[in-house]
DNA sequence: TTGAAAGCGATACCAA
DNA sequence: TTGGTATCGCTTTCAA
């Protein structure tokens, strides 16, 4: 055995089972426990691991073995958004009970951050991916195509993922709330929420959305506020902004429930009330509605659980086991009290 | 040269270098763009790289060079406590925008968590670290220090930390607020936040707090909730908890703004009126505050800031740039209309 | 301007 | 139960 030296002045496996008399191999295979070696050899080898305070290079692992890392690439559009951290959190948390990290790449609603983090994070040998959203930019999906791991795209449902899927059909759930209000009387609606240079599963949403109330005999007003974050206070500047230019708006549909929220402060504010003179409907079911005097109207998806789901499914794939690769989440209405309802009236 | 199969069927740059008619090393200087090749040789060579859609495999990158990465573990509480939510958006968009990933560990609270975490994601070679919090087992203290990384520790500011550090002095804020509510004229003043297994800059906090106050003639009644998260309803449900125990407290200062949310709304649906039956404090001037129809007391931290300046400080280091190792971003007291200012009484 | 060889730290495979 | 050798994909170094 040659000797070498060890440039950084990290402690590697040879110098490990050196110190223990014994070659690199054998030092290997105690580590990994995978057996074939003596309990004086193991003693002797975890002692000095301990002793020189070993810690090993699994970049080296991964490239002798071509294995993958334990890394997994999670894309979130930005985490403002309460409901994407939540996503994140459920993800993470899984993964992380399963040994494994996830790279995270805020892609601030675009396809070109998509594209360029795919890039970036594929040459690391990631494990899989768990991407938002199913609409990926044409390079993207080339490389997504190529590279030969699990992936799962989270968020909107996609009958046809590039491989595995979990979430909601958003147009759905979009489509129902809009008969809901329909079914409540209103017909001059509006919609507050805001907007990217990306398709997204909230325009979808909206889609749905205006397809039943216009189907229904309503109108759709729209105030959408670009390149902002779907929190309070566009919520409330929105409101006020779609209040402002429209004529006789009845009701309103948000994009989240921190945007209605917003927009709840706002006609308080200005002397409305909740629901006589006009509805405010929420999405999303978030934390802040167990706090409200009302129930907010809502539909409440499970976020956290949905997270928690991509990540099992990501860890069922690498562990070979089968999975059903289009998994609906479902959401569920929450009429609450802060629109009129037909009994009411 | 000797013919090799790939196993996987990933395009390496020998199979480039193969097409195009040129050695491993010349491929590789172009991709490198070094110079020391012509530039019908560059164009060839990109070229193939185009066709055969080759990506670069990194980890090689970093293990022949023995080079660090681009990864920067970054370790978080929790993203349902909002606060941490904006740190780690600050965070992770410096740190891409100068092309380095954040590999995302959530210790919920933990010391465990977060040296079992610091094992795993050393072990792949991180370019730094950054972590939430200057406490950290000793195991894990000891792998810090031997890394010969970066290392900021964020959000507690620490006068002596491991290596760089970044964040508020949470004694001083929690001392700032007990003084202004003492000035304000209260004396039986509860505290509601939330608790768990370490010292956290929240405790911090709540030292400084209560010191204020008892120096001040005062009392701190607390009502720590155990394990939970930060945010609206345990914010709503201690502050029932502690009303229902306490014996006429004046004033309730929380641990953050969205807990604040919840017991202002306990209140008001109790019948209080704030700030003239019952004070309110928040801290942390989260967004929330911008649609409240009272200004909330609070105490104004620059969330996103923090996190940009830890990656920034990360990023100098990592270029070599001279770095202060301690930066203190500062906090400031809202007076806000939920408490009773000594002028109105 | 280009190329050949050595080696990064681990594991697979085969031999002892 | 143990050890030697080739190898992963790339860069460093030296030579042409």
Not at 194 to 208: K, Q
Request: proline residues 4%; hydrophobic residues 35%.
């Amino acid at each position: 055995m040659k000797e070498k030296l060890i440039k950084n002045n990290k402690v590697s496996l040879l110098q490990v089972a050196r110190a223990a008399g014994v070659s690199k191999m054998t030092a290997s295979r105690v580590l990994r426990g995978e057996g074939g070696y003596s309990e004086q050899t193991r003693t002797l080898v975890m002692q000095k691991v301990d002793e020189l305070g070993y810690l090993p290079n699994r970049l080296a692992t991964v490239f002798a073995g071509d294995k993958t890392s334990t890394f997994v690439g999670v894309s979130i559009p930005d985490l403002g958004n309460e409901v994407f951290a939540h996503v994140l959190e459920g993800i993470d948390r899984k993964l992380g009970s399963f040994d494994y990290q996830s790279v995270l790449g805020l892609t601030q609603h675009t396809q070109e951050e998509e594209e360029s983090w795919i890039r970036t994070v594929l040459s690391w040998q990631p494990a899989g991916l768990i991407l938002t959203g199913r609409y990926h930019s044409k390079r993207a999906t080339e490389m997504l195509r190529n590279a030969g791991i699990p992936i799962v795209e989270i968020w909107d449902l996609n009958s046809s993922p590039l491989d595995l899927s979990v979430g909601i059909n958003h147009f759905d759930s979009g489509f129902d709330m809009g008969r809901f209000l329909i079914g409540c009387g209103y017909s001059k609606i509006g919609y507050v929420g805001t907007s990217h240079d990306t398709a997204s599963a909230a325009t979808t949403r909206l889609d749905g959305f205006c397809k039943a109330v216009e189907g229904g005999g309503g109108q759709v007003a729209k105030q959408l506020c670009l390149h902002d974050t779907a929190t309070y206070y566009p919520g409330y500047y929105g409101t006020e902004q779609l209040l402002a230019a429209g004529s006789g708006i009845e009701c309103i549909f948000y994009q989240n429930d921190a945007m209605a929220f917003g927009g709840l402060q706002y006609c308080t504010a200005q002397g409305m009330r909740v629901p006589q003179d006009i509805g405010i409907a929420g999405w999303g079911d978030l934390p802040i509605a167990s706090v409200l005097d009302q129930r907010l109207t809502s539909m409440h998806v499970p976020h956290l659980k949905l997270g928690q789901t991509a990540a099992e499914m990501m860890i069922a794939r690498l562990s070979n086991e089968p999975v059903d690769p289009c998994k609906d989440i479902g959401f569920r209405l929450i009429p609450g009290s802060t629109v009129s309802h037909p009994t009411n009236r």
